[in-house]
C-alpha cells in the first residue's frame, strides 16, 4: 500500500527557528542512533518513521556511523525514502554526521578535511540523495587545526553537497572560535547538537549564551537520559532496560539509589501536571525557549506519539521549576 502522509500532520507540531536563521525545525526531531540499524526489524522502524512525520516531525537526525553496524541507518533511511517519503523529500530537513571512528586507518575518524568530505559521499551514496540539509561535524578534533575541519564544512555547502552546517560536542570556547571562522567564511554556523537534560546539564555554563548571542539554534541529545527520565526506571531496573543490557552507554551503576529516588520524586511533579516523567523532561529542556528542538530516540510507535504529546504542556509555574530544581541539586 503506497503510504500517503496525514493531511493534517502540520496542526499539532510546533515549529521553532534555529537561531537567525531562516530555518525552523520541529520542536520534537527523531534521532536514528538506536534501533534504526540493519540489526534491527525493518518493519518496525518503517511504522515509527512514518508515524513520526505524520505527527509533523520533519526533522529526521542520523550519523555515518549509526547501526548497528555503521551506515545501516542511514541505508534504512535512504530505503524508506525511496519507497515512502519520496514525494515529501522537500518538506523534510535530514541530516548527518562525521567525526567518530567509521572506517580503519588514519582517515576514517576525527575532523579532516579528507574524512569529513569522504564520508558525506558515503553517506549521500546510503541515503539516496544528492544532499542532506544538515552536516555536522560531529565531535572537535584535538589534532586537526579547527580552520580545516570548518573550511571542510563551508566548501561542503558550496559544493551542494548540504545546505547548512552543524557541529556537536564541542565546548562552549570551541564553538564561539567555530562560529567566527565559519563568519569569517561567510557559512554560518547553523545549528549545534549537545547532550542536554535534567542529569546533564553542562550548556548553561556557558555555551547556551555562546549560542544565543551568535544566533545560533541547539538540538538536545539524549534529552531524557537514555531512559533514566522516564517511567522505565520508577521501580528499580528492569530486563529488557538499556541500564540491564550489556551494549550501550547506559550502565546498571550508573542507576543508582540517589538517582532513582530523584526519578520518583521528578515522577511526582509530572504526574501533577498531567504528564508522564518523559513528557516533563522534555518539556523542561524546551522551557525557556533557549533549545530550538529535543531529540528523541524510540523503540515503538508509542513512544514517539507519548513524546509529541508533551508539546500539550510546556508552561512550568515559578514553584514547580524551584520544586525540580530542588530535586536535582539534593
Known sequence: MIYQAAENRYEFMKYN??????????AVSLGLWHNFGGVDPYDNGRAMLKRAFDLGITHFDLANNYGPPPGSAEEMFGRILKTDFAPYRDEMIISTKAGYYMWPGPYGDW???????????????RLGLDYVDIFYSHRPDPNTPL???MTALDSIVRQGKALYVGISNYSAEQTADAIKI?????TPLLIHQPKYSMFNRWIEDGLQDVL????????????????????????GIPADSRAASSTGFLRE???TAE???RVQKLNEIATERGQSLSQMALAWVLRSGRVTSV????SRVSQIEENVDALNNLDFSEQELARIEDILNN
Open 17 to 26: 527557528r534555529s537561531g537567525r536563521s531562516g530555518l525552523m525545525l520541529p
Open 111 to 125: 575532523g579532516s578535511r579528507k574524512y569529513l568530505v569522504s564520508s558525506l559521499d558515503q553517506s549521500l551514496k
Open 147 to 149: 580552520e580545516e575541519t
Open 182 to 186: 565559519l563568519n569569517q567564511l561567510g
Open 212 to 235: 544565543q548571542e551568535n544566533g545560533v539554534g541547539s538540538i538536545a541529545f539524549s534529552p531524557l537520559a537514555q531512559g533514566l527520565l522516564t517511567n522505565k526506571y520508577l521501580t
Open 253 to 255: 551503576e550508573h542507576v
Open 259 to 261: 538517582i532513582l529516588g
Open 295 to 298: 531529540l528523541i530516540g524510540a
